[in-house]
């Protein structure tokens, strides 16, 4: 028992070594809003080189103060080092504070796409968020045409709102388990779109990325959809194991 407790105890410690390779920072907006986040550059930087920049948006789960807790699900997949090798980017995890939401006010009362908030203000947190991201978009190592967002959950909802607000910057999105009113997702019909859910999903309804994927392809959007059978709210697990999860990611790019 007490070498199975160590072998815990020394998994648990690599984990957070390799989590402190993203370095801790906080962003102040002009209006003075703080916000947490971690950044993970490239290995190996280039001088003159451009790279891409992946915002990624975390689950509610993960809402917090202490700058970690959103490297949860999908931090280790970008320190990977084939990834790292094959995959250079800046890569942007910011982290909702605890009484916050992504993209809204509140928690929505209902995730049924139709019932969603169609023209709700920008809440102040992630207009900090947008304002971080811009922040990074004036940095001359970004490749604007390679700009990627990826959300989980609450996370998913954010990628959607983010890209149906601002559609001109991002070329690609991946929304895992999220949901929105599909009457917005005409603005980004020029974003490349990747989305996962799970059939038996019992906390944001299968409907959510099913309606976003019937509009977008309305739009005539580039859009796929991968639905899990079986798999309840944690469909990021498979999404991320999905066999050309990164690759698909990298090779877009923003006509």
Same mark, same amino acid.
């Given at each position: 028992m007490r070498k199975l407790s160590f072998l815990f105890l020394l998994l648990i410690s690599n984990i957070i070594l390799a989590q402190d390779l993203y370095e801790r920072k906080v962003?102040?907006?002009?209006?003075?809003?703080?916000?947490?986040?971690?950044?993970?550059?490239?290995? !190996?930087?280039?001088?003159?080189?451009?790279?891409?920049?992946?915002?990624?948006?975390?689950?509610?789960?993960?809402?917090?103060?202490?700058?970690?807790?959103?490297?949860?699900?999908?931090?280790?997949? #970008?320190? !990977?080092?084939?990834?790292?090798?094959?995959?250079?980017?800046?890569?942007?995890?910011?982290?909702?504070?605890? !009484?916050?939401?992504?993209?809204?006010?509140?928690?929505?009362?209902? #995730?049924?796409?139709?019932?969603?908030?169609?023209?709700?203000?920008?809440?102040i947190t992630f207009q900090t968020v947008k304002e971080m991201l811009d922040s990074y978009l004036t940095n001359p190592a970004i490749d604007k045409s390679r700009i990627y967002i990826i959300g989980l959950s609450m996370g998913a909802m954010g990628t959607f709102d983010m890209v149906v607000r601002f559609p001109d910057i991002f070329a690609a999105a991946v929304p895992i388990c999220g949901t929105i009113n599909p009457k917005r997702l005409s603005a980004a019909k020029n974003v490349s779109f990747r989305i996962f859910h799970g059939d038996t999903d019992n906390v944001v309804t299968v409907e959510g990325s099913r309606e976003a994927y019937k509009a977008l392809k309305a739009t005539g959007a580039s859009v796929e959809y991968i639905e899990f059978p079986g798999c309840n709210h944690g469909s990021w697990n498979p999404a991320f194991n999905y066999p050309d999860f990164m690759e698909w990611i990298f090779k877009q790019k923003k006509k």
């Open positions: 962003f102040v907006s002009q209006s003075g809003d703080s916000l947490n986040y971690r950044l993970l550059t490239p290995e !190996n930087q280039i001088k003159d080189k451009k790279y891409p920049l992946v915002l990624f948006l975390h689950g509610a789960g993960e809402r917090g103060s202490d700058n970690q807790k959103q490297l949860t699900h999908g931090g280790q997949m #970008f320190l !990977n080092p084939v990834n790292r090798e094959k995959y250079p980017a800046f890569v942007l995890f910011p982290q909702c504070p605890e !009484n916050a939401y992504w993209a809204y006010s509140a928690r929505p009362s209902t #995730f049924i796409p139709e019932q969603m908030p169609q023209n709700e203000e920008m809440p």
